[in-house]
């Protein structure tokens, strides 16, 4: 059963689809037509929390545009993604990344509401829209959003842009992608630091399950109702020991914790609010995962022999109320996913079936794939 007042949730979702921008993608002789800067700064205002104006967020998105904080591929083809369109699979509505190509032969040409979303890569933001959010950023005492290791390299201007993190060693290891580090946060947050603070009586012992999780640039954002007045929670020596902890393990993309008191009680996110950059929100504890990976490796066994075959690489790596998150131990076994036939479909067609929507969820490479639990297997033995 949903919960108490899913019903005003879905009201609140309708209003914005039925209200949403409506774009045509593509001119008269098939040139593809990326959205105003309006379009941009509006996603780009929700996705880096730059709006100046409580509630400003209420506003129904544009819907238009995305901009990628990492490399997207088309899954139908491995080029570099263009757009997210709903397509027609075995007879069933999904969401895919596609490539220019692969979006005028298959893809909805109309932006906005249940149609398209146009990728813009950072390094395709135009000057003035990077102007207002670096205005922003200055104002709030923040880093740059458009700093970060994946930035750097999407960055082909030449020359070493000011945002370009310099003095790393050649032997380093290569930094993670953005939703790598998502999920790693994620699962720090649930697997070791929330049963550490109850171990050690912190000060956020029994409370840590109620608070809600966001990475803003270095920093791992908490945010909960309870008030320490002056005080700082993560001020503690034991605190400092997870902030190493999450250097860590983040590869010293994320180095600090950081409290914020919320006085209000935190909001549901909405389904279209919801991004695969997302670390935690209390409403992801009503989806288990154990019970995901079961609903998702049963509706699995009835695929062909090369998709299971594909599928073997992907283990099921977390879980949100709106959300799932699949890790692939290399770029080359989640490139098997998109060049096997039928692979890609029957996972979308699983997800969906799972979530009982049109399917959100992600693909992303981590070399520890292989070491998470086996429960987390999408295709079991013995099926
Ligand atoms: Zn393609």
């Known amino acids: 059963m949903d919960q108490p007042g899913a019903d005003v949730i879905e009201l609140i979702s309708r209003f914005h689809t039925e209200f949403a921008v409506r774009m045509t993608g593509f001119d008269s002789v098939g040139n593809p037509i990326p959205p105003p800067d309006s379009h941009v700064l ?46 027609v699979i075995r007879g069933q509505r999904v969401r895919v990344e596609l490539c220019l190509e692969c979006m005028r032969e298959r893809g909805d040409p109309v932006l906005g509401g249940s149609g398209s979303v146009y990728f813009m890569y950072f390094d395709e933001v135009s000057a003035a829209v990077r102007a207002v959010c670096d205005g922003i950023c200055t104002r709030k005492g923040r880093a ?35 939703v790598t580090v998502a999920v790693r946060l994620r699962r720090l947050w649930l697997d070791e630091f929330g049963p550490a603070f109850d171990e ?42 997870l902030a190493a902890r999450l250097t860590e393990r ?102 969906k079936a799972v979530q009982r929507k049109d399917p959100l969820y992600d693909i992303f490479v981590d070399s520890e794939a292989a070491s998470l639990p086996s429960a987390t297997a999408l295709v079991r033995k013995g099926h």
């Open 42 to 87: 509006d996603h780009l205002a929700r996705a880096w929390d730059l709006t100046d104006v409580e509630g400003a967020g209420d506003r129904p998105a544009a819907g238009t545009v995305v901009c990628p904080i990492e490399e997207l591929e088309c899954e139908l083809c491995g080029a570099r993604a263009r757009y997210e369109s709903p397509l």
């Open 144 to 178: 740059s959003i458009w700093g970060g290791p994946t930035t750097a390299q999407a960055d082909t201007g030449g020359g070493s842009s000011p945002t370009t993190p310099v003095g790393g060693r050649a032997s380093d290891p290569p930094p993670l992608g953005a």
């Open 200 to 241: 050690h009586d912190h000060d956020l012992a029994e409370v840590w399950r109620d608070c809600a999780v966001r990475r803003l640039g270095p920093d791992l954002v908490v945010t909960g109702q309870i008030s320490f007045g002056d005080g700082d929670p993560f001020a503690d020596q034991f605190s400092q020991r």
């Open 250 to 351: 983040t590869r010293g993309s994320v180095r600090a914790l950081r409290y914020e008191h919320s006085e209000r009680p935190l909001k549901t996110p909405q389904r279209s609010r919801t991004s695969n950059l997302d670390v935690f929100h209390p409403a992801d504890l009503t989806v288990p995962i154990e019970k995901t990976a079961n609903g998702i490796s049963a509706r699995l066994a009835g695929a062909s022999n090369p998709a299971k075959v594909a599928l073997s690489g992907l283990h099921l790596a977390a879980v949100s109320r709106h959300r799932i998150w699949f890790a692939a131990a290399s770029a080359e076994v989640k490139a098997t996913v998109g060049k096997t036939p039928g692979a890609a479909g029957e996972l979308a067609l699983a997800v």
